[in-house]
């Protein structure tokens, strides 16, 4: 199943993500409102350069099956950018998809983002500082979070053969090559 193999082969992107993001500070409740502006800053980065390229890049079969008019994301990371008072910024890096698999593997990347976003903004909302903040972007599949990404991965894993799965890998990791390098 490619869900499986693109999880053990960006194991170690995912983690220096976290630390990126001082992922651990969230549990520990010492995460900070500035902690929190520079990760909605680099996904906003993330989303403005990748979002459009992956759902152009889909055929209309994985646009009906993934249901991907309910997966864009970049309007509601704008609006936290603006919640926030952080200008729209670009980055300097250019993003590219040579093909359907490839933009698959980045949303691999952002559909599991916003799987553990869901566990971030439940979490923040626990922690001091965060009372105002309305989390459109961590939150964004709100109660559907898990059916999402299954859906997300049963048709990964149903549609994508096994000698397509290294070009699903390089996919995801262009894309977390550009958040780990965005800033």
């Known amino acids: 199943m490619v869900s499986e193999y693109l999880k053990q082969n960006t194991a170690e992107f995912h983690d220096a993500a976290e630390k990126l993001f001082s992922s651990d500070k969230i549990f520990s409740k010492t995460f900070t409102l500035e902690d929190y502006k520079k990760i909605i800053n680099t996904n906003y980065l993330m989303l403005l350069n990748s979002e459009d390229k992956i759902f152009n890049s889909l055929s209309d079969n994985f646009s009906e099956k993934l249901q991907l008019d309910n997966r864009k994301k970049l309007p509601l990371i704008e609006k936290d950018l603006a919640s926030l008072s952080l200008?729209?910024?670009?980055?300097?890096?250019?993003?590219?998809?040579?093909?359907?698999?490839?933009?698959?593997?980045?949303?691999?990347?952002?559909?599991?983002?916003?799987?553990?976003?869901?566990?971030?903004?439940?979490?923040?909302?626990?922690?001091?500082?965060?009372?105002?903040?309305?989390?459109?972007?961590?939150?964004?599949?709100?109660?559907?979070?898990?059916?999402?990404?299954?859906?997300?991965?049963?048709?990964?894993?149903?549609?994508?053969?096994?000698?397509?799965?290294?070009?699903?890998?390089?996919?995801?990791?262009?894309?977390?090559?550009?958040?780990?390098?965005?800033?």
């Open 87 to 183: 200008e729209n910024k670009t980055a300097a890096h250019n993003l590219e998809f040579d093909n359907e698999n490839e933009a698959l593997g980045a949303m691999y990347v952002i559909e599991g983002s916003t799987l553990g976003g869901n566990v971030i903004a439940k979490q923040l909302s626990k922690t001091e500082g965060f009372d105002d903040i309305t989390f459109n972007f961590f939150g964004c599949y709100q109660e559907n979070t898990g059916p999402m990404w299954k859906n997300f991965k049963e048709v990964l894993d149903t549609e994508v053969t096994e000698e397509k799965y290294d070009e699903v890998l390089s996919g995801a990791k262009k894309l977390y090559t550009f958040l780990l390098n965005v800033n």
